[in-house]
């Protein structure tokens, strides 16, 4: 979604003329003209500097051997070593196999079955219940992750999670599965916990879309003959198209920063395997210890890999289906 | 006889649908709402009995003991306070920020246009790191304070954009008569494009609050050993973290005396009631904005 609206910025910037170019003086004089408008804008993008740009800046520890009693320059540069023990450390690509592993999974189902979710919620029939679902949807969103890892602990517990009360009342498994202390059970339970928090809330921006639709394509096809699956196969998914694709490259980029608030929130030491994800692997190794430079070479890794990941996906949709972000 | 039975079939597998399809969406209503109702009733039960398992949607032995006892719990109150500073002080600031910068952003007059705009979108696609932002706060001294919660997050590009877009669906004639009765730019947009701007205003505010309400990481990373400024959602993950530990809450001496009868359980679902219950009595009537404020962006594109 923060992609739509940043096409739109940048698409309506590069329709405006740009200013023919004047004399110094013009220049000054068009400020001083202005002066509230910058007065306005200046402060914040000062501000952006400062709190988005900085960070970049401090991505010269990642090849030095940090102190952080010392000064920039007393500081000792050792090259790239930071980076060869990063790829020398094991756990390193266990965490990485987790963060691609949950990302693919988060990537996949979090891109289906919002969409899903959109266009049979569209079917619905009677308004009341369509309203009363699709309000219902928001809900979790606007719930902390801290109290959904609550609740999906809770929900999957051993003694009287309904999860497993469901099951063993009808006779799928015949005692209590240990969700939460079984590692191979993480990655899903992570990405069923994400849809259960996200889908309402994704599936805005489809809805909005399919309201979008002409009314009397559905109208001709139906007089045509065409089934509620052929509507939706011919004509709301074609409808939604570019906003699927730019969605799904917003979801690429975003592939292997996948945030880890609900790695954080749901896991616990037994299924650290499979729990730990780049950004936790930072912390771990890098903030909670004192290794700032090792941690940087690790945030410094995933911003790199993040931003290649989306100028990839959005080149390969750009020539593919002619819609981009940028 | 051959249309009629083919017509007579499709309004048949249409209803088949329709059912299905109600059903499916039934389950989804079943499956988002019943944890928090489960959370509720617990909450609500006599903690002992909750011990005894098989709660689901209703109390056995209603009370708001577990209520009673929270609010007893001074880490709670803290938190509460911290909690709400923060969501007044960093929605209000995002607000006057976002529609700031949107408002000259939206000015096609505006000579540094789209060096601003290109500065703003850039800080969607990437980002320092968790280390080298972390890094940043040890340098501008704002570990242990609680500026820390507000000062990062103030301009947001998603919210600006999301602001703009519905700047640019006003009409431009507004700001033209307003400029002709000679108000400067500041004036226009005080007076003329904010009090407009109140349906996408609501939106921001909206995720602005909800934002700085659930925020947990800053309070771990940054104030985690700093119990003045702990908030709401800090002390809930302390509590959730004492599973089968006894509980985080032993140490708050107003409690260690009850803490044997008290099955955390019930406490436990009932802080985690306090935390969430003001964004869910708040969001449904908001719904109408948001959900065009979210759209602004989508249907334009």
Redesign the interface.
């Known amino acids: 979604m923060e992609t739509l609206s940043a096409e739109n910025g940048t698409r309506n910037v590069s329709v405006t003329p740009e200013p023919p170019k004047k004399r110094k003086k013009g220049i000054w004089q068009s400020i001083v003209q202005q002066k509230y408008l910058y007065l306005m804008s200046l402060p914040f993008v000062i501000w952006l500097f400062v709190f988005n740009y900085l960070p970049i800046w401090g991505w010269t520890m990642a090849f030095q051997n940090y102190k952080p009693s010392k000064s920039f320059s007393e500081q000792k540069w050792v090259g790239f070593k930071n980076f060869v023990d990063l790829f020398q450390d094991e756990r390193f690509y266990l965490v990485l196999r987790n963060t691609l592993a949950m990302s693919a999974l988060g990537l996949i189902f979090g891109f289906i079955v919002p969409l899903f979710f959109a266009v049979f919620l569209n079917e619905l029939r009677g308004n009341i219940f369509k309203r009363t679902v699709q309000t219902v949807s928001y809900l979790p969103h606007f719930v902390s992750w801290v109290v959904v890892g609550g609740i999906i602990t809770k929900m999957l517990s051993i003694d009287g999670g309904i999860v497993n009360e469901l099951l063993l009342s009808m006779h799928i498994i015949n005692e209590p599965i240990q969700f939460m202390a079984q590692g191979k059970w993480f990655w899903g339970i992570v990405t069923a916990s994400d849809i259960w928090k996200e889908t309402g809330w994704n599936a805005i921006i489809y809805l909005a879309a399919i309201t979008g639709i002409d009314k009397e394509l559905y109208e001709a096809s139906r007089v045509d003959g065409a089934g509620r699956f052929r509507q939706i196969w011919n004509i709301t998914l074609p409808g939604i198209r570019s906003t699927i694709s730019v969605l799904l490259i917003m979801n690429i980029g975003h592939l292997i920063g996948i945030g880890f608030e609900k790695q954080f929130q749901l896991q616990n030491s037994l299924v650290r395997d499979f729990s730990e994800v780049l950004d936790l692997y930072a912390l771990n190794y890098g903030i909670n210890i004192g290794r700032f430079s090792y941690g940087t070479a690790i945030s410094m890794f995933t911003s790199v890999v993040s931003i290649i990941l989306l100028f990839t996906a959005n080149g390969i949709m750009k020539k593919t289906t002619k819609e981009s972000i940028m | 006889m051959a249309t009629n039975s083919?017509a007579f079939n499709?309004t048949r597998?249409?209803k088949v649908?329709?059912v299905v399809?109600?059903i499916?969406?039934g389950v989804?209503?079943i499956?988002?709402?019943?944890?928090?109702l489960?959370?509720l009733a617990i909450s609500l039960n006599d903690s002992t009995d909750t011990v005894r398992?098989?709660i689901?949607l209703w109390p056995r032995e209603f009370t708001w003991e577990n209520y009673k006892t929270i609010f007893g719990y001074s880490g709670l109150i803290q938190g509460l306070k911290i909690t709400v500073l923060r969501t007044l002080s960093g929605t209000l600031l995002g607000l006057i920020?976002a529609s700031?910068?949107a408002?000259?952003?939206s000015?096609?007059?505006?000579?540094?246009?789209?060096f601003?705009?290109?500065?703003?979108?850039m800080?969607?696609?990437?980002?320092?790191?968790?280390?080298?932002?972390?890094?940043?706060m040890?340098h501008?001294e704002l570990i242990g304070t609680f500026w820390i919660y507000i000062?990062?997050g103030?301009?947001s590009?998603?919210n600006v954009?999301?602001i703009?877009?519905f700047i640019?669906g006003l009409p431009y004639a507004l700001q033209e008569s307003a400029k002709l009765d000679g108000a400067?730019?500041?004036t226009i947009?005080y007076k003329v494009i904010l009090p407009l701007c109140k349906p996408v205003l609501a939106t921001i505010a909206l995720f602005l609050a909800?934002g700085q309400?659930?925020?947990?990481?800053d309070t771990y990373?940054y104030n985690g050993n700093k119990p003045s400024l702990t908030t709401l959602?800090?002390e809930?993950?302390k509590v959730?973290a004492s599973?089968n530990q006894g509980s985080a809450m032993t140490n708050a001496n107003d409690l260690a005396n009850q803490m044997a009868q008290i099955s955390p359980e019930s406490i436990?679902m009932a802080i985690?009631i306090v935390?969430?219950l003001p964004?869910?009595i708040v969001?449904?009537f908001l719904?109408r904005y948001f959900?065009s404020g979210?759209?602004?962006?989508?249907?334009?594109?």
């Open positions: 083919k499709a597998s249409e649908f329709d399809n109600a499916i969406m989804i209503l499956i988002t709402l019943y944890p928090f489960n959370v398992g098989g689901y920020s700031m910068l408002y000259t952003l000015r096609p007059d505006f000579k540094s246009r789209k601003v705009s290109t500065f703003l979108a800080t969607m696609y990437f980002s320092g790191g968790l280390v080298p932002t972390y890094m940043l040890r501008l000062l990062p103030i301009v590009a998603f954009f999301i703009r877009s640019d400067n730019d500041f947009y909800v309400w659930n925020s947990w990481f990373l959602q800090y809930l993950m959730l599973t436990k985690t935390v969430t964004i869910l969001y449904p719904q959900v979210m759209t602004l962006g989508a249907v334009k594109a």
